[in-house]
Each structure stands twice: as structure tokens, then as C-alpha cells.
């Protein structure tokens, strides 16, 4: 088992039980205050810095252009951030490329790297509501609840039920059938297989 599963471990166990049992469990905290002190004013500063400009924090390349058309309903003015426009059979070569790597990854790799993900997403919870709130007209705190540790408890629900789903059935066996004064004895090896890739 990789670091990573390691790091995300007890989280995993935590979630996976509170699914068994179906009892209440947020990992993350809904109030701004559990988080980073200046982390308001950091969100603010983020979301200020993002106006007018493309939008340069994806990692994806070739791109066909930028578009974008949003308009803050509390400013009621464009917000002219810009975001990459993609040929579509790019998008879905890019995920054939990567999802080469994913198949082959363990149950608890794929859990880990969701996990760690989600780890990231709440450190930047602050840039997210501002962003949710010129765009939705949502309250800064509605913001921050639904996309921020809301959004990340429903996504950490769905990966716990996945690495379950996962863990379900054991990866090796040895299968044997009895046949009169001999068996037959077969090592099984089971391999997870990918469903195919959507574009929406």
C-alpha cells in the first residue's frame, strides 16, 4: 500500500463505517471558522484577481480558444474570465491516454488519489464560494457550505460506496471442485475493468 492510502487511511475507515451503519459523518467541518484564519481575505483576493483574465489554473493544453459570458448578480457586471474551449475528441483522447494508467491502479490507489484530491479541494474552500457566489447569487455562506465541505463529504460518500464496491469480492482464490477420487483446482485471478469513457 502506497504513503497515500496510508495518509488517507483512518478517513477511509471512518466514512466506510459511517456508510455501514448509515449514521451522520462530515469530515469537513461546515463553518468557515474551522478553516484558515485569512482565508476569507485570501478568497476574495483570488476572485478579484480572476476578473478580466482567462482562467490559467487548469492543466490541460491544446485548447481551441476561450470563451466566457458569466455576470456577478451582485455587481451585475461581466466578470469576462475567460475559460479553454476544447475539441471534443481531444478531451476524449486525452482520457483514453490517462485512463490507460487508472485501470491498473489498486482499489486502495484509487481511493487514496480521490481522497487526496478532495484534500486539495478544501484548502482552496474560501476561492470556491467566492466563485460559487458571483456565479449562483448565493450567499458567501451558502456558497461556501454547498460547494465547499458539503460538496466534498457527498464526493468522499460516493468514493467510500465505489472502494467498497471495489473491495467487494476478493482479487485472488483458489477454486476447487470435487469429482469423485479427484478435484480440479484452479488459481483465479480477478482484474478490475474500466466502464468506457462519457463525454458530457
Known amino acids: ?41 485570501k478568497g476574495a483576493e483570488w476572485f478579484n484577481n480572476q476578473l478580466n483574465n482567462p482562467f490559467g489554473e487548469l492543466l490541460q493544453t491544446g485548447e481551441i480558444g476561450f470563451k466566457g459570458t458569466e455576470s456577478s448578480p451582485y455587481t451585475q457586471e461581466l466578470l469576462n474570465i475567460s475559460y479553454p474551449v476544447f475539441e471534443t475528441e481531444t478531451l476524449i483522447q486525452k482520457a483514453k491516454a490517462t485512463q490507460r494508467t487508472w485501470k491498473n491502479a489498486t482499489p486502495e490507489t484509487r481511493a487514496a488519489v480521490l481522497i487526496e484530491s478532495l484534500d486539495r479541494i478544501k484548502k482552496r474552500f474560501f476561492d470556491i464560494a467566492y466563485a460559487t457566489m458571483h456565479t449562483s447569487g448565493q450567499s458567501f455562506m451558502m456558497s461556501f457550505q454547498a460547494s465547499g465541505p458539503h460538496a466534498n463529504d457527498r464526493a468522499l460518500e460516493a468514493i467510500v460506496l465505489g472502494y467498497q464496491e471495489l473491495k467487494r469480492f476478493p482479487a485472488n482464490a483458489d477454486w476447487e471442485k470435487p469429482m469423485g477420487k479427484i478435484s480440479v483446482k484452479v488459481k483465479k485471478t480477478w482484474k478490475l475493468i474500466d466502464s468506457s469513457l462519457a463525454c458530457l
Open 1 to 41: 500500500m502506497s504513503t497515500t492510502f496510508e495518509t488517507h487511511k483512518a478517513l477511509l475507515d471512518q466514512a466506510s463505517q459511517a456508510v455501514i451503519d448509515r449514521n451522520f459523518f462530515a469530515a469537513y467541518p461546515e463553518h468557515p471558522k474551522a478553516y484558515a484564519e485569512d482565508g476569507m481575505a
